[in-house]
T-cell receptor, first 116, second 119 residues
């Protein structure tokens, strides 16, 4: 099934804190996952991705963790800054047999607010 | 600008009118996607092109919706006889497709979207 929600979870942190945003995905056959950041009035911006044969991937200030056993994905942002304030979406590749990469099913977003 | 470009950014139309949106993908990306996003929700997949071929369409894409990518470059999304329920952000994304660094080839990059308001 797809994750939908009219009331997005929220996370408020202080500048400099580490943030952890969680996501549960539904399709055990998904083999590719992406985190997107979306600011008001803009399109989703790619942050980091991970394939199902990995359990951790690091970028600049961001780390994605994948737990396939419980179908859980998390995004860790180190030293969160006010510019990180946005809605964060996880997305899973939902194409059959890996032929439709880019056809994504988005999870429920999380609103991150970073206070100076 | 080398990103995905969408035009117009905003469109207000009266119910029953037809509207057309344009998407210019990142150069040489052979995969192009259309998504729709309503307030408070994540984007929902509408349709997908590999070059000029439309390979997949969501059940969300009613017969009032049609998408084309005639030369495998830019794409258009047309909505006929618009309804108030069509009000949403229409997002276009592109990806290079599989090849080379497989992980990078699957990244989908989104445009800024076209905000449609049907009054």
């Amino acid at each position: 099934g797809e994750s939908v929600g009219l009331h997005l979870p929220t996370l408020s942190v202080q500048e400099g804190d580490n943030s952890i945003i969680n996501c549960a995905y539904s399709n055990s056959a998904s083999d590719y996952f992406i985190w997107y950041k979306q600011e008001s009035g803009k399109g989703p911006q790619f942050i980091i991705d991970i394939r199902s044969n990995m359990d951790k991937r690091q970028g600049q200030r961001v780390t994605v963790l994948l737990n396939k056993t419980v179908k859980h994905l998390s995004l860790q942002i180190a030293a969160t800054q006010p510019g990180d304030s946005a809605v964060y979406f996880c997305a899973e590749n939902s194409g059959p047999g890996g032929t439709s990469y880019g056809k994504l099913t988005f999870g429920q977003g999380t609103i991150l607010t970073v206070h100076p | 600008d080398t990103g995905v470009s969408q035009d117009p950014r905003h469109k207000i139309t009266k119910r029953g009118q037809n509207v057309t949106f344009r998407c210019d993908p990142i150069s040489e990306h052979n995969r192009l996607y259309w998504y729709r996003q309503t307030l408070g929700q994540g984007p929902e997949f509408l349709t997908y092109f590999q070059n000029e071929a439309q390979l997949e369409k969501s059940r969300l894409l009613s017969d009032r919706f049609s998408a084309e990518r005639p030369k495998g470059s830019f794409s258009t999304l047309e909505i006929q006889r618009t309804e108030q329920g069509d009000s949403a952000m229409y997002l276009c994304a592109s990806s290079p497709g599989v090849g080379g660094d497989r992980l990078k080839g699957t990244e989908a990059f989104f445009g800024q979207g076209t905000r449609l308001t049907v009054v």
